[in-house]
């Protein structure tokens, strides 16, 4: 359970409640999966979308039910909660005798949490009932704006007496770009990328594309083969966005059992193709005027939560008729 002082420091109290009950006291988990959740334990909303398991165990007291209620009090923004409080769970006549929650009446169902803006918390707030026979609680008309304290003070629940909590964010979704990031060995393309001002043309998640990125080492070589230094390369945007674009295939995710020999791929450079040579199995070699073949090192890496992009990592610069 967690204790008042903590609850203060979170802004529970006053936010949602002014107090944990002097009557009674029970101790309160909440885990998904193989995670229980403590003092504002961060969850993603992936992590936190299924039904949570709940354990209760009376410490003092003496009721027959208990009601179950949880709400996220930072909508839509922690800045700006103007739909304070969401409900996201509602359980009432949990039978007290064996605190099993599946044996309550569901009034409204889980959802898990989809916060648009900030770090939200999502509050487990656990209350006695007051009588020994069940309430009779209808679903709610809506979920936002769904006050603890009104419901506490409707059914004469009083003060909660166990809180859990946790918290949870908007995960940011993955494209090329991002993905691109995350690999050591694409930095000189992240920069290059960055220098044309091509980030949100690849970023745009409802567009898929097949990328084909040059590493660290290949565009290395490709500097000195073109007698160029990064510096020249990146401060000339022009070219640099020619040869960026010539890159990517627009309008398709190919993933490497799509390409086949002898294969043309229309790229973002206006009337440039790439040409695909397969003369192996497992070898995959990409063809371009400008420059020797470039070959398939690591193949169909994910890159586009909304559409499923594709990155092929090549150990080469593709280089169209400049």
Do not use: C
């Not at 109290?13 to 029970?26: E, K, N, Y």
């Not at 969401?86 to 009034?107: E, F, M, Q, R």
């Not at 695909?276 to 070699?285: E, H, K, L, T, Y």
């Amino acid at each position: 359970m967690v204790a008042e002082a903590i609850l203060e420091e979170s802004g529970i109290i006053p936010d949602l409640i002014d107090g944990l009950s002097t009557t009674a006291q029970a101790e309160l988990s909440v885990s998904f999966g193989d995670v229980t959740i403590e003092d504002g334990t961060f969850l993603t909303p992936e992590e936190a979308s299924v039904v949570p398991n709940v354990s209760i165990e009376a410490v003092s007291g003496s009721a027959a039910y208990y009601t179950l209620l949880t709400l996220d009090p930072d909508a839509p923004d922690p800045a700006n909660p103007t739909r304070r409080s969401i409900l996201h769970w509602l359980v009432t006549n949990i039978p007290a005798d064996s605190a099993d929650i599946t044996l309550g009446d569901v009034v409204s169902a889980w959802r898990g949490p989809n916060p648009p803006t900030g770090t939200h918390r999502y509050v487990f707030l656990l209350y006695e009932q007051p009588a020994a026979d069940p309430l009779q609680v209808p679903a709610p008309e809506g979920i936002a704006n769904f006050s603890a304290r009104d419901f506490s003070a409707e059914y004469e629940l009083g003060e909660p007496i166990a809180v859990a909590y946790f918290t949870s964010a908007k995960q940011p979704s993955s494209n090329t770009v991002t993905v691109a990031q995350s690999v050591p060995e694409l930095s000189t393309l992240v920069a290059a990328v960055q220098a044309a001002g091509l980030v949100d043309a690849l970023a745009n998640p409802t567009v898929p594309l097949t990328v084909f990125a040059p590493t660290n080492d290949a565009f290395a070589a490709a500097l000195a083969r073109l007698n160029f230094t990064a510096e020249e390369l990146l401060g000339n945007t022009e070219l640099l966005t020619d040869v960026l674009s010539y890159h990517v295939v627009p309008g398709a995710a190919a993933k490497a059992a799509d390409l086949s020999d002898g294969l043309v791929l229309a790229t973002l450079l206006q009337g440039a193709n790439i040409t695909v040579s397969i003369p192996a199995p497992g070898d995959v070699q990409l063809l371009s005027p400008g420059a020797p073949p470039s070959r398939v090192i690591q193949a169909d890496v994910p890159a586009g939560d909304a559409v499923g992009s594709i990155i092929h990592v090549v150990d080469g610069v593709l280089v169209p008729e400049l």
